[in-house]
């Protein structure tokens, strides 16, 4: 069957409003989906992103009871348990507004850099984005596609590798782009420059680049008195304003964006918009975003670029840990083998409280518990839950969401092991790819 007729085959089940359409789209060729796209207006645009999205969503439903019974079973804790098929679902929703808006999506190696499942998402994606010599080298080694490196500055010790294993160098400031931009363009990369977009929505100054102070991309009032100077050898602008956020955020963005850079962009490849798009997530307005890129794209003729990072693995990884003691002190506190300290930093840090798996919150259900890490910091807790009965030492709870920001910043604090990384392959079996020990932790001391 021709690409024209399998095509047709997809609309007639989307006319049918057939979930089958979904997967038929996904497991076509470029050609097909391309075909399909091309005859559909924008009410049947519409139709086929709502059943792309149901579809992804009951998979993820029903992985919670994979979780479930994979936690019983006789896999060793503490580990981060990754599935690859979940991670396919994600991929397949960016190739998709990828297909919408031949825009270049590239994982963000910041937030998830298990290269054990790289092989899939490398069938779906450009590339990676790093922000030093170590991800652009695993980018490049590991994902084997584009990689594109952004920092806030360059350690001169450290520049020609970032160069060698890198398609683009964004630079942070002038003074950079003036000391290693020649450097660059003879290595073969093209140059970009981060700008402020001069608006975010980014509550917790932390993680807002564009808070008062922030070093994260050069300010409009700098911008306009030195880009002239440079303008010859640039070929792109990054921005990066957003975190885990919606379309509608970054309808703002660029309205500010293009209100203070767009006179400037005229002559240039591309514009990356930046990571923080939580694509995958099932409010995500993806038309809009599809709409923003597309009218982008038309008025400046240029490329666009995003970065997500979470959104490639949102909720497709868990931590499994198990409780080794139960103590009292006005409340029953579960002491568990896994860290927030050590294994879940940004638990403590955001801070936020992890979803558990068949819990509540505190005092929803009938029996409470307060849960904590084993190591020596008094405010090693990860919070309050209440379950349907009582846990027993043992007992193995499963933390969702827990593939993103967990394992690329986990320690080995007071020597506490790190979790073992182990994926569900498709098909359901069960590879434990990295078991950490004593080696590791010893090698990080001296």
Not at 110 to 119: E, L, N
Not at 284 to 296: A, C, G, P, S, T
């Amino acid at each position: 069957m021709d690409a024209q007729k399998k095509a047709a085959a997809i609309i007639r089940l989307l006319s049918q409003d057939s979930a089958k359409a979904a997967d038929r789209y996904h497991a076509s060729s470029d050609e097909t989906r391309q075909q399909v796209l091309g005859s559909l207006d924008q009410r049947g645009l519409t139709a086929l992103t709502r059943l792309l999205k149901e579809a992804k969503k009951k998979k993820f439903d029903s992985a919670q009871n994979r979780f479930l019974r994979l936690a019983k079973d006789t896999i060793e804790t503490p580990v981060y348990l990754l599935d690859e098929t979940l991670i396919e679902e994600n991929m397949k929703i960016l190739r998709y507004v990828k297909d919408r808006t031949d825009c270049k999506i590239f994982h963000a190696l910041k937030s998830y850099a298990s290269f054990a499942t790289f092989p899939v998402m490398a069938g779906y994606l450009d590339g990676t984005c790093a922000s030093g010599l170590h991800e652009a080298m695993l980018g490049r080694k590991e994902f084997k596609k584009e990689v594109h490196t952004f920092s806030a500055a360059y350690r001169p010790a450290e520049i020609k590798s970032i160069v060698k294993y890198s398609d683009s160098v964004i630079f942070n400031s002038f003074y950079q782009l003036r000391q290693y931009g020649e450097l660059a363009i003879k290595g073969g990369c093209e140059i970009g420059l981060r700008v402020n977009p001069g608006y975010a929505e980014v509550e917790t100054d932390m993680y807002n680049p564009c808070a008062p102070y922030s070093r994260l991309g050069i300010v409009h009032s700098l911008f306009k008195k030195e880009f002239s100077e440079h303008q010859g050898v640039v070929d792109g602008l990054h921005f990066h304003a957003m975190c885990q956020q919606n379309s509608d955020v970054l309808e703002k963005i660029l309205a500010s964006f293009e209100k203070l850079y767009g006179k400037y962009i005229q002559g240039l490849k591309w514009v990356n918009f930046g990571g923080g798009h939580h694509i995958t997530r099932d409010d995500y307005n993806l038309e809009l975003l599809i709409k923003l890129i597309n009218d982008f794209k038309k008025r400046y003729g240029v490329q666009v670029f995003l970065e997500p990072g979470e959104a490639s693995i949102l909720y497709a990884g868990v931590l499994i840990s198990s409780v080794l003691d139960i103590v009292e002190n006005r409340a029953e506190v579960a002491i568990m083998d896994t860290s927030a300290e050590a294994h879940m930093p940004d638990v403590l840090l955001m801070p936020y409280r992890p979803e558990i798996l068949n819990s509540g919150k505190k005092n929803e259900k009938r029996y409470c518990y307060r849960l904590a890490g084993p190591s020596c910091l008094a405010g090693d807790v990860i919070g309050d839950y209440s379950f349907d009965r009582p846990l027993r030492r043992g007992d193995r709870l499963v933390f969702t969401d827990m593939a993103l920001y967990s394992i690329v910043k986990n320690t080995t604090f007071n020597g506490i092991n790190l979790p073992d990384i182990a994926v569900i392959r498709d098909g359901g079996k069960i590879e434990v790819v990295k078991i950490f020990g004593y080696r590791d932790y010893r090698n990080r001391q001296s």
